[in-house]
C-alpha cells in the first residue's frame, strides 16, 4: 500500500516557487567585516539574578587564541566592574564563552571583547530581577530560515526599547541543502546555506550557526537584548523523537544519535548559554526563569529526551475512512498508552516550578513551549472554499487542499507531530499543572509559522490557560502555497472548525512582543511588512490585554 507521510515540512516541500522572486533579481546577503575577528558579533544570554552568559567567536586559524572581556553599567566602560581573560580552540570551534557572576538584580550591563588590536561591538545585557517589580517586556521569536528572506524581525526586535528580553522557541537555524527548505529563494536573495548540503556533521552544524550569526540583522539582535533560547527540531534535523528523526536516513546519513551529538554540540558551542555539568545529559535542557514577584518562565524541551514516535498520516486509508475508524484512530493509535511528550524529570521540573510559582504568588506563569499545544483539528472546507482554489492554485497544491479538506472531514488533527499527536501527555501535562493549583497559563510558542490566540482547555472543559504562538522570524505560513487570499480563507476556516483556535494569522512574518504588568498581560502581534529586502516597515495586527478573572484569564482584543 502507498504510504505519503504527509509532514508539514514535506507538504511545504514545494512552497518556495510559488513564492520566487522576478527573473534576474539578486540582493547579497549581509556579511561582517573580512578582516575582523569578531565576524559574529556578541551576544548574551541564560540570565539569572546574579550572572549572565556572555559569548563571542574568534575568527582564527590559530590552535589556541585569547581574547579579553570586560563588562561595566554604562556603554563607555568608564567604570569597568569586572574583567578577565578567555582562551578557546579548534576544540570548541574558537567559540568564547564567560559565565559573569556577582552582579546585581535587575541591573542593566554593558560588555565587549578585545584580541589583539581589535575590540568587539559592545553588547548590552540584563540579569533577571528580584522582588518588586512592575514590567517585563518579552520579545518572542521563533523560525528563522536564512534562505527565505532578511531577518528584519531580528532588527526589529533589536530597536524595540520595551522588550528586555528575547525568548527564542528554536528553529534558530534550519539543515536543509540548497536543494530544500527555501532554497529557491535563497538563491535569488544570494542566501542559500552554508555549507551548501544538509547540516548532518559537527562541522555542517558549526558552519550552519556561523553563517545565522556572521548575520548583519542577527548580529544587532543579538548585542541589544539578552536571549533565553530552547531549540525546537531544525537545529538537528525535522521532527526528532529520542531514537531518530524523519529527516533522517540512517543508510546514508550515519547514526541518529551521533548526528544529534554533532547537532547539540554545536548549539551549546553557539548559543548564549550555560554548559552541563560534566556527567549531565545535554539534551536535558530546561529553565525556570524568575521576574522578580511578577512572573515565572518555565521552558520545556520536547524533541530529545521524552518524545514518542510520530504517526503519519496513511493517505490511501484516510480515503477509506469513516467517521467512526478516524474516532478509534484517534483513540487508540494517536492516543495509546505510552506516548509521552515530556520526559519524566522534565515534567517533575515543571511541575515544581509551577508550584514555586503559585506559593511565591507571583501573578503569571509562562511556558517556553516549542511546538502548538492546543486542540487544533484541520479547517472544515465546503465547496465554495475548493471551488475559489481550483484554477488559482496548481494541481499539486489542490491535492493538498483535497487532503486537507479530508482531514477536516474526519475532524483529524492538522498535524500530528504538535501536542495533538501526543493527546495522553497533553492531558497529563494538564493535570499536572492542576496539581498544582493553575489554571492560569501563558502558554507561549512557536514552530508553526503562524501568529495564533488560542484558548486551551482540559479534556473535562477546564480551562488551563491561553496559548499565544508566534510567526516565523522568516520561515512561511502553511497555507501560502494557496496564495494570499487562500491562506487567509484557510486562516478563518481553522477558526471556525477550532473551539480552541479564537484567532490566526499565518501570512505574515514577524514577532510576538508580551509586556507584563501585575494586573495585565499585553500582547501583541507585530509584523514586518517585507522579508524580501531590507527596505520593511513594522505594523501591529492585533494587541490582545489580559487579565485574571475567577475562572482563571479573562482577554479582550485592544487592537
Not at 578585545?114 to 514590567?135: E, F, H, I, K
Not at 543579538?222 to 533565553?228: D, E, T, V, W
Not at 509521552?340 to 511565591?360: I, K, N
Request: with cysteine.
Amino acid at each position: 500500500m502507498k504510504r505519503l507521510p504527509l509532514t508539514r515540512r514535506q507538504i511545504l516541500s514545494g512552497l518556495s516557487a510559488s513564492l520566487l522572486l522576478p527573473v534576474g533579481l539578486r540582493v547579497p546577503g549581509a556579511t561582517a567585516n573580512p578582516d575582523s575577528v569578531f565576524q559574529h558579533g556578541v551576544a548574551s544570554g541564560d540570565p539569572d539574578h546574579s550572572s549572565v552568559v556572555l559569548w563571542t567567536r574568534l575568527t582564527t586559524t590559530a590552535g589556541v587564541a585569547e581574547c579579553e572581556w570586560e563588562i561595566a553599567e554604562n556603554p563607555t566602560f568608564d567604570h569597568t566592574l569586572q574583567r578577565g581573560r578567555s582562551a578557546t580552540g579548534q576544540q570548541r570551534d574558537h567559540t568564547v564563552k564567560v559565565v559573569v557572576d556577582g552582579l546585581k538584580p535587575g541591573a542593566t550591563y554593558y560588555y565587549r571583547f578585545r584580541a589583539g588590536a581589535q575590540t568587539s561591538p559592545v553588547g548590552r545585557t540584563r540579569t533577571l530581577p528580584n522582588g518588586a517589580l512592575d514590567y517585563l517586556g518579552l520579545a518572542v521569536a521563533s523560525c528563522s530560515n536564512f534562505p527565505f528572506g532578511y531577518f528584519n524581525a531580528y532588527e526589529a526586535i533589536a530597536r524595540d526599547e520595551s522588550v528586555e528580553f528575547v525568548l527564542h522557541l528554536g528553529d534558530y537555524l534550519y539543515e536543509y541543502g540548497p536543494d530544500g527548505y527555501g532554497g529557491g529563494i535563497g538563491a535569488q536573495l544570494g542566501r542559500q546555506h552554508n555549507p551548501p548540503r544538509e547540516m548532518v556533521s559537527l562541522t555542517d552544524c558549526r558552519l550552519r550557526h556561523a553563517q545565522y550569526k556572521a548575520d548583519a540583522q542577527s548580529r544587532e539582535m543579538h548585542a541589544a537584548h539578552p536571549l533565553i533560547p530552547l531549540w525546537d527540531d531544525h537545529e538537528s534535523t525535522n521532527n526528532p523523537w529520542q531514537e531518530g528523526a524523519e529527516n533522517h536516513q540512517p543508510a546514508t546519513e550515519g547514526s541518529w544519535r551521533t548526528r544529534r551529538s554533532a547537532s547539540l554540540q554545536a548549539w551549546y558551542e553557539w548559543m548564549p548559554v550555560r554548559e552541563p555539568d560534566i556527567g549531565e545529559d545535554p539534551a536535558a535542557y530546561w529553565r525556570h526563569f524568575r521576574f522578580g514577584d511578577l512572573a515565572s518562565l518555565v521552558t520545556l524541551e520536547t524533541r530529545h529526551t521524552g518524545r514518542a514516535q510520530q504517526i503519519d498520516y496513511d493517505i490511501p486509508a484516510l480515503l477509506e475512512m469513516t467517521p467512526d475508524a478516524a474516532e478509534t484512530f484517534l483513540r487508540d493509535v494517536v492516543g495509546a498508552p505510552g506516548r509521552e511528550m515530556l520526559s519524566a524529570d522534565m515534567q517533575a521540573f515543571a511541575a515544581a516550578a509551577l508550584a514555586e510559582s503559585v506559593s511565591a504568588a507571583r501573578p503569571w506563569r509562562m511556558l517556553g513551549n516549542q511546538i502548538p499545544m492546543a486542540r487544533m483539528s484541520a479547517p472544515r472546507l465546503d465547496a465554495a472554499d475548493m471551488n475559489y482554489l481550483k484554477g488559482r492554485v496548481s494541481s499539486e497544491n489542490l491535492q493538498r487542499a483535497q487532503y486537507f479538506q479530508r482531514l477536516g472531514e474526519l475532524g483529524l488533527p492538522l498535524y500530528l507531530d504538535p501536542w495533538d499527536g501526543y493527546p495522553r501527555a497533553r492531558e497529563a501535562f494538564y493535570q499536572s499543572c492542576q496539581n498544582a493549583d493553575v489554571n492560569d497559563l501563558v502558554v507561549l510558542t512557536g514552530d508553526s509559522h503562524s501568529f495564533w490566540q488560542n484558548a486551551l482547555y482540559d479534556n473535562g472543559g477546564r480551562a488551563m490557560g491561553v496559548e499565544l504562538g508566534t510567526t516565523g522570524i522568516t520561515s512561511p505560513g502553511d497555507f501560502l502555497e494557496f496564495g494570499t487570499e487562500g491562506a487567509r480563507r484557510m486562516d478563518e476556516r481553522l477558526v471556525s472548525s477550532n473551539p480552541e483556535v479564537l484567532w490566526t494569522d499565518g501570512i505574515s512574518n514577524g514577532y510576538l512582543r508580551v509586556r507584563v504588568t501585575p494586573a495585565r498581560l499585553q500582547a501583541d502581534f507585530v509584523k514586518v511588512s517585507n522579508i524580501l529586502s531590507r527596505d520593511y516597515h513594522t505594523g501591529m495586527l492585533r494587541s490582545v490585554v489580559m487579565s485574571h478573572s475567577d475562572s482563571g484569564l479573562s482577554y479582550e482584543v485592544a487592537g
